[in-house]
Each structure stands twice: as C-alpha cells, then as structure tokens.
C-alpha cells in the first residue's frame, strides 16, 4: 500500500508539472494589449517619471520569504548545493543531505506566524517610508503571491497567505505607494547548483533533489552547458518568466516593479514593461502613476536602480539607490547600518535626484529585532523633524560639497561600504525658493559653506535667514564671500542621528 501511494503521489506531482508547462504554454503575448507604449526601445523613450516617486525620495523593502528559515543570509538555496560552502556544512548538520532534504523541504518550515504586515506599515509609515516594496519572487522561484500559474507559492506551503496581496493591502490603508520586486530572471541559472552531487565523501555522485524530475517546477530543467550568465539565453524560460510577471502585474497592479537584474530577456521584456506601463494608464485614467527599476542605465525609459551604491553627481534622471540594514535575509548574530548611517545616504542620495529604498530585515517569524526596531525608529524621529527638506524637493545647482582633502569615492554599484560622511560634507536640496543644507554630521566648530559665499559662481542672491529644523533657537550666521559661515548651533539634535539640516531663504 505504501508503495502504490508513492507511485501516485509521484503521478500527481508529474501531472502537476505538465499542466504548469501546459499553462504557460496558452498565455496570449502582453505585448497584444493596446495603448500608447509599443514593445519598442523608442517607443518606451515616451516615459515621463510620476511626480509620486520623485516625491518620495524614501521607500522600504521586505526582501523576505522562505531562505530566511535557516538564519544564515542571503542566497541559501544557492548555497547549499554548493559543496564545502558554509552554508552547505550548516545545511548538513542541521537537516541532512541535500540528496534527501533539500530547498524544498525548508520551504514548509517558513511559517511567518508572528508576522503583522499592518502593525508593521504603520511602523514604516511613521519612520517616514513613502512607498513599499514587497519581495515577489527570489531566486528561489518560490512565489508570495497567489499564483494559478505556478504551485510553488505561499498560498499553498510555508504561511499558507498570500504574502504580496497582504502587504499591499496593510500599505494602501497607510496611504503608501506600493511595489514588488520579482528576482525571477535569475533563477533559471542561479538555481543550476541543484542539479549537482558531492564530488568526495560518502554521498559522492548521489544526485541532489534538484535532479528528480518531481520538482523540477521549483529548480527548474537542466541548464544547457553554455547557459550560465545571470539572466539566461533560453527563449522558453523567457517566456515564463514573462508570463508570470505578467500574472503578478495582473493581479495586484503595483505602482513600482523592480527587477533584479539589467533590462530583462530583449523582446519580452519591452513586451513586459510595455504592458506594465500601458494597464497603468488604463487604472488611471490615462495618466502614468507606474515605476519600472532595473540595474541599467535608464536613457528616461525607466529608472535605474544600484544595488548598494551612490552617484557621485546629479543625475538627469530620477534612480534609485536599493541596499538593506543588513543582509538582504536575516542572519544570525548579523550587524545594521545606523540610523545615522541610513540618513546620511538618503540625503546625500535626494541631492543627486535619487530615491533610497531599503530592507527592513525581518526574522523568519516576521517580526523585527530589538535592534531593527530602534533604527527604523531613529529614521522615523530625523525625518519627522528634516522631512520638509527632503520629500518634495529636487536638487540644486550641485549637490554638495566634500572635503577637498578627503578620497573621492566614484560612483556605482556596491560602493556604499566605501563612503565616509563627515560634518564637512554638506548636501543641498531644494524646494520652490528654498534651499536646504544638510550638514551629514554633528559639527565641533562653524559650518562653512562655500558654495553659498557672495562672491561664487552660484551666488546669485543675497542670503536673508538661515534656520536649523527643528528648532526655534536663533542661527548665528554670516554670508562672506568665500562661504557662509554658520556658528555651530548650541543644542544639535539629541536623537541617534546627527545630520543636522537648514532652511536657507534668499532676498528677492
């Protein structure tokens, strides 16, 4: 008997796979759907950027599903086919062999039962988030929402909830734009791992799960030999990865869709981002509300996001900076960026007409660390008293000013570790008439700024006051024509962040 039930279980799983493949297979291109944008490069050159997302400035990101169950960081399922890796050994002592107990078996294990997504939107609203971002799909090819396309979603294991359509509801009653992040063009080629076997040892050439043919709807076929970029070449995947982003799109109708990735898969990406762009305009009226972010270079057709990165000068269009507190997945005994630290980029960020969307580290559970909390906190308490100086506003003349003995650091990806503010850096941003000076640390002495003296080049009105945000006490203060001094304010803000901001208003 248990042998037949095996068999059968087997045939259901098979059957499973083949309707999935036989899904996808009857999906009508998007690229069909009328409306301005045509599934052309020139075509897509028509975008304008909302005024919600260059508004925003700051949006937080739940990167979470789940690789968080094992507490070791970012990339798990990958890992753990990778023999001799760490978190292959982990894998070994804590579940056993991949062979026997792989990725999918960590997947019921993730249960979120401790995971409030209103109690936690009305926390990120009040820490001064705009916009959120919920985690579509990872690398891992496991969906958070509820997918008919695909089993391998939340509805039907691990929390048994639709993930996407939870978060995006706790976000509308909060009054924050809503996004998803999809990783899924990666993981045709990034999952290969899980078609390996050990090479030494006891279970040398005993395949890992990821070779039974039951789920192969989770780890994908076998990748041709010449089919390992980040993004792969075969036209089948392509297609549904498109299809299912597509249902995605569909369902919830995001404001933002971020891709983990450059622009995605040549025809059936602008298929996508064409679709993407024209139901927007269809939700509303006619005018475009929708966000598309990818790791390429924008030329105004999107906005280009780096991953753990800062410019080093004003960009002609909006992007986006994206990186975390810590691990993109929560690890075990990890260290978080400040609060300090986070206010420091966004404003150096806002001055070069970008926007900072970061993730909020969650435990397995759902719930945040006593540490995560007080950073989100210390966020929330700097930005309700300096948000005037952010939300809303656009760059100035330069962004800045850094000190001239101080390394330049060049701008691009994953050069944030790089980055070393002082209370001699100083970042502008400006709103209507009015300029704001963020001083990215507490000062000892005068401030100086050169750029605002009366005899620089971008000196073309007379200064009349200066303000600290936040505070009432009167700013000392004098325009000399090298630099506006400053006198060092005598009560700096109290709170985990010392980025101090003024408001700068000039005579008519």
């Not at 919920?134 to 396309?149: A, N, Q, T």
């Not at 100035?396 to 944030?416: L, M």
Request: aromatic share 14%.
């Amino acid at each position: 008997m248990k042998r037949r039930g095996l068999k059968h279980l087997s045939l259901m799983y098979f059957l499973a796979v083949i309707l999935t493949i036989s899904v996808y297979a009857q999906q009508k291109n998007p690229s069909t759907t009328e409306g301005k944008f045509k599934p052309t490069f020139e075509s897509l050159k028509q975008y304008r950027y909302p005024e919600w997302f260059r508004d925003a400035k700051l949006g937080f990101w739940a990167h979470w599903g789940p690789q968080a169950v094992p507490r070791q960081g970012d990339w798990y399922a990958r890992k753990m086919y990778q023999e001799g890796s760490a978190d292959y050994n982990y894998h070994l002592a804590h579940y056993g062999h991949p062979s026997k107990f792989g990725y999918k078996d960590i997947i019921p294990l993730w249960k979120a039962q401790k995971w409030d997504p209103d109690k936690l939107m009305a926390l990120y609203k009040k820490a001064g988030a705009k916009y959120f971002v919920s985690m579509g799909s990872h690398h891992d090819d496991f969906f958070l929402w509820d997918s008919k396309l695909h089993r391998w979603n939340a509805v039907n294991y691990g929390p048994k909830k639709d993930v996407v359509g939870l978060w995006q509801k706790a976000a509308e009653k909060e009054g924050l734009r809503f996004g998803v992040s999809e990783h899924l063009g990666a993981s045709f080629t990034w999952f290969q791992p899980s078609h390996m076997a050990d090479t030494t040892g006891p279970m040398k050439d005993v395949p890992y799960d990821g070779n039974d043919p039951m789920y192969q709807d989770l780890y994908h076929a076998k990748a041709a030999a010449d089919d390992h970029g980040w993004l792969s070449k075969n036209k089948e995947w392509q297609r549904e990865w498109m299809f299912s982003i597509k249902e995605l799109i569909d369902k919830y109708h995001p404001d933002l869709l971020y891709s983990d990735s450059k622009f995605p898969f040549g025809e059936y990406g602008r298929n996508l981002v064409s679709y993407f762009y024209n139901q927007d305009m269809k939700k509303n009226g006619g005018e475009l509300e929708a966000v598309y972010t990818c790791k390429q270079a924008s030329d105004g057709m999107w906005v280009s996001d780096l991953e753990r990165g800062v410019k080093d000068t004003i960009s002609k269009f909006p992007w986006q900076t994206d990186t975390s507190i810590g691990d993109w997945y929560y690890r075990t005994g990890q260290k978080y960026k400040s609060a300090n630290l986070v206010i420091q980029m966004l404003v150096d960020i806002v001055s070069k007409n970008g926007n900072l969307l970061i993730n909020i580290v969650q435990t397995p559970e759902g719930d945040l660390e006593p540490d995560v909390l007080n950073i989100v906190k210390g966020i929330g308490q700097w930005m309700a008293v300096n948000g005037e100086g952010i939300y809303g506003t656009r760059p100035w003349k330069v962004y800045g000013e850094h000190p001239a003995d101080e390394p330049a650091v060049k701008g691009g990806k994953f050069n944030e570790r790089k980055m070393k503010y002082s209370a001699r850096d100083i970042r502008f941003t400006t709103k209507g008439d009015t300029l704001y000076a963020f001083c990215l640390g507490a000062p000892t002495g005068d401030i100086k700024i050169h750029s605002l003296g009366s005899h620089t080049k971008w000196a073309d009105k007379t200064i009349k006051s200066v303000e600290m945000l936040g505070s009432d006490s009167r700013i000392r203060w004098r325009q000399r024509g090298d630099a506006l001094v400053i006198r060092k304010p005598a009560n700096l803000p109290a709170a985990q962040v010392k980025v101090v901001g003024f408001r700068i208003e000039f005579k008519e």
